[in-house]
């Protein structure tokens, strides 16, 4: 189905939010992605809500979000604080959502958004704005992550790739057809994502790097943005895949799962399954990414 509005997944720049370092890892999302945020919400003078939900330490998160906006000229940014489900059918907060350009997903425990916010009059609201005006949805680590149907809500790297070591959850479901996980590189999540797509092999596995994004309008058109690298697993034409046949905590094994690396300008076609590479833009038609 086509949507009007756009998905901003970031990759964040500190740790998933369990609440043990975030505390010392303020997160702050980089200029040039928050730049191409407000330039997507409509420019400076969009109204642009921030929600820090999945943060353990929301006020300090809200203020350097506040003061991010600032230095790049935004005055119609609001926080968003919200603890329960009941704070989500606040009248005041469904006001102000309805006038908004842009929600800001803060990075922290993806779960605690699915939670407080999933399935609520908040939530209807945002998926109906998404889907039928130029609204934004933008995401960081645990804000990225809680963008698909099937979400991560947690796995370590020591046990990654052993059956059971990635707990799998609903997500907010803005995207059906991804799995998205963060921090990607530096946390070495290649194993947990690879279990992923194992378990939903019609999904594809979106690795994002930190200081790195997507946007992503249509549902489909995708590009990369930031510093780094987004690391693609498609495992649709799986040859073996061996996850349902062994016990829990047992060493798993597919094969022919592909996998892609992008970088900065990439761009992607999920419905004419292409990749355009920047910056020599050279089309690979036979590429079966998506």
Known sequence: MSVKGTLIPIGGNEDKGNGENERYTLE??????????????GG???TIIVIPTASSIPVEVSENYLDAF??????????M????????ENPDFLNLMKKADCVMFSGGDQSKIVRYIGGTALDAIIKDKYENEAFVIAGTSAGAMCMSEEMITGGGVQEAFTK????????????????IDSHFIRRGRFGRLAEAVARFPMKIGIGLAEDTGLVIKNRNNCEVIGSGMVILFDPRRLIHNNREAI??????S?????VHIL??????????KRVHISPIHLEMTDVETL
């Open 44 to 46: 400076v003078d969009a």
């Open 70 to 79: 600032n230095k790049l000229g935004c005055k119609n940014v609001h926080i």
């Open 28 to 41: 702050y999302i980089q200029r040039g992605i928050l730049s191409r945020v407000v330039r997507e919400s």
């Open 164 to 179: 059971g070591a990635v707990t799998m959850g609903q997500g907010m479901g803005f995207i059906p057809n991804f799995i």
């Open 263 to 272: 970088a900065h300008g990439d761009k992607l076609d999920i419905k004419e």
């Open 247 to 252: 016990p829990e905590g047992s060493p798993m």
């Open 81 to 88: 604080d919200i603890r329960s489900r009941e704070e989500a």
């Open 254 to 258: 597919i094969t022919n799962l592909k």
